[in-house]
């Protein structure tokens, strides 16, 4: 049974910092290209980040020099880091895996930018 587990969502203030964990089990998890997206109220989920099975790296351009993705192939782990938080980074977060025709997603987590 695949499971991605997102945590570290919060209310944060804008200029702040989270970090998001997505803990994966029941895929080789090495295989698979990860991904966070993110859905906004009246919003298509978009892509936010994804980082290869090699580790390279895509962002959108909207959190490009603020947010970073990394992964721990060891603890089956993918992160979010997330600096200088805006208003409109407010969304649920999913972490998603990708492999050929494999294609599972987490429960999300919301993050909520506010003062």
Avoid at 28 to 39: D, E, H, I, L
Avoid at 63 to 70: A, L
Avoid at 93 to 111: E, H, K, L, S
């Amino acid at each position: 049974q695949v499971q991605l587990v997102e945590s570290g969502g919060g209310l944060v203030q804008p200029g702040g910092s989270l970090r998001l964990s997505c803990a994966a089990s029941g895929i080789t998890f090495s295989r698979y290209a990860m991904g966070w997206y993110r859905q906004a109220p009246g919003k298509e989920r978009e892509l936010v980040a994804r980082i290869s099975r090699h580790s390279s790296t895509d962002y959108a351009d909207s959190v490009k020099g603020r947010f970073t993705i990394s992964r721990d192939n060891a603890k089956n782990l993918v992160y979010l880091q997330m600096n200088s938080l805006k208003p409109e980074d407010t969304a649920v977060y999913y972490c998603n895996a990708d492999f050929i025709m494999n294609r599972y997603w987490g429960q999300g987590t919301q993050v909520t930018v506010s003062s």
